[in-house]
């Protein structure tokens, strides 16, 4: 069965550094999805993709945060400087739409610890 | 602007049981609702997805149903097992891009 994959699955890294996550959605699937998760919360979305454009980054932190989809397939997000509150999970999720219908498959996310 | 409310936020029954999990929502004008399962330290596994012209959908011991007009959705788990130990978030999509609003999710954990 096709998955969302994505990496690395943990990673630990000082505050002010750079990090930057990979995601490869399920072949075909067009939209993609990064959220970020803060333990004991529901997902929050960051940004979301329509092939390679942007469609929705109103909750990203553009001072920070930026992600790309260059050739409309896989996805990276980064964080530079990182500070001790991006501590989260960070999930990414792709779908296909058939019907007018949108169903959201998610990967594995990446734990991210900011000492 | 959505607003996703759960109840209970944990509950724990034991093995065997049927249970009920809540869903309200503050904004009626969406386009499905979806309920997933969340493992500790896992990612989402999507349990149903319900389309807003339907009223409920069901897959094995899992039946969730939808009132649109009542911002209410309820995900129904018959025989509880161990194994459906797990956050239970459900999550309605709306507005221009679709998007998925989550809840804080139910804590379940099923004694053996």
């Known amino acids: 069965e096709a998955e969302v994959a994505q990496s690395p699955r943990y990673k630990i890294t000082e505050k002010s550094q750079a990090v930057a996550f990979w995601c490869d959605p399920i072949?075909?699937?067009?939209?993609l999805y990064w959220y970020r998760q803060i333990l004991g919360q529901g997902p929050e979305l960051l940004v979301q993709?329509?092939?390679?454009?942007?469609?929705?980054d109103s909750q990203l932190p553009k001072d920070r945060f930026s992600a790309e989809r260059l050739k409309g397939v896989d996805s990276t997000l980064k964080i530079q400087p990182a500070e001790l509150g991006d501590s989260a999970m960070y999930l990414c999720?792709?779908?296909?739409?058939?019907?007018?219908?949108?169903?959201?498959?998610f990967g594995p996310g990446t734990r991210l610890t900011v000492t | 602007k959505q607003e996703v409310t759960q109840i209970p936020a944990a509950l724990s029954v034991p093995e065997g049981e049927n249970l009920v999990l809540n869903c309200s929502f503050t904004?009626?004008?969406?386009?499905?609702l979806q309920w997933f399962r969340q493992d500790p330290g896992k990612g989402l596994t999507s349990l149903l997805l319900?389309?807003?012209?339907?009223r409920e959908q069901t897959s094995g011991r899992l039946n969730a149903s939808l009132d649109k007009s009542s911002g209410r959705s309820t995900l129904y788990i018959a025989a509880s097992q161990p194994g459906d130990s797990a956050t239970y978030l459900c999550?309605?999509?709306?507005?221009?891009?679709?998007?998925?609003?989550f809840g804080t999710g139910t804590l379940l954990a099923v004694q053996p």
């Open positions: 904004d009626s004008a969406i386009y499905n």
């Open positions: 999720a792709s779908s296909l739409e058939t019907g007018g219908v949108y169903e959201q498959y």
């Open positions: 999550a309605p999509s709306g507005g221009a891009t679709n998007k998925l609003i």
């Open positions: 072949s075909g699937h067009a939209t």
């Open positions: 319900i389309q807003s012209s339907q």
């Open positions: 993709f329509q092939d390679e454009s942007v469609v929705d």
